[in-house]
């Protein structure tokens, strides 16, 4: 069985920063897309990153420059998240997708296996 697990997630003032955590077992991540999302309250699910399987990494503009994306290729991926806003208070989920993409795919169907989701809140 697959399970993708995220964790890291917490309360934090504006400006500051966490790291997320995605820990899997069942599969290898090398072999998979992986992407971190977020859902905000009333918003529909947004890819903010993606490694793709040529392990290229992409970012979307609302966090290119304050969020890094990072995977060991086995089974655990991070997002470290800088310089955060009120604006980033969100559900996190990491995915992973057996599909091949020449950059970057945020399709949420393309997706085969998703965490749990872990919150983030930043306060003002």
């Known amino acids: 069985e697959v399970q993708l697990q995220a964790s890291g997630g917490g309360f934090v003032q504006a400006g500051g920063s966490l790291r997320l955590s995605c820990a899997a077992s069942g599969i290898t991540f090398r072999d998979y897309a992986i992407s971190w999302f977020r859902q905000a309250p009333g918003k529909e699910r947004e890819g903010i990153s993606c490694r793709n399987v040529d392990g290229i990494t992409y970012y979307a503009d609302s966090v290119k420059g304050r969020f890094t994306m990072s995977s060991d290729n086995v089974n655990t991926a991070y997002l470290q998240m800088n310089s955060l806003t009120t604006e980033d208070t969100a559900v996190y989920y990491c995915?992973?997708?057996?599909?091949?993409?020449?950059?970057?795919?945020?399709?949420?169907?393309?997706?085969?296996?998703w965490g749990q989701g872990t919150q983030v809140t930043v306060s003002s």
């Open positions: 995915a992973a997708g057996a599909f091949y993409a020449k950059t970057r795919s945020w399709y949420l169907r393309e997706y085969d296996y």
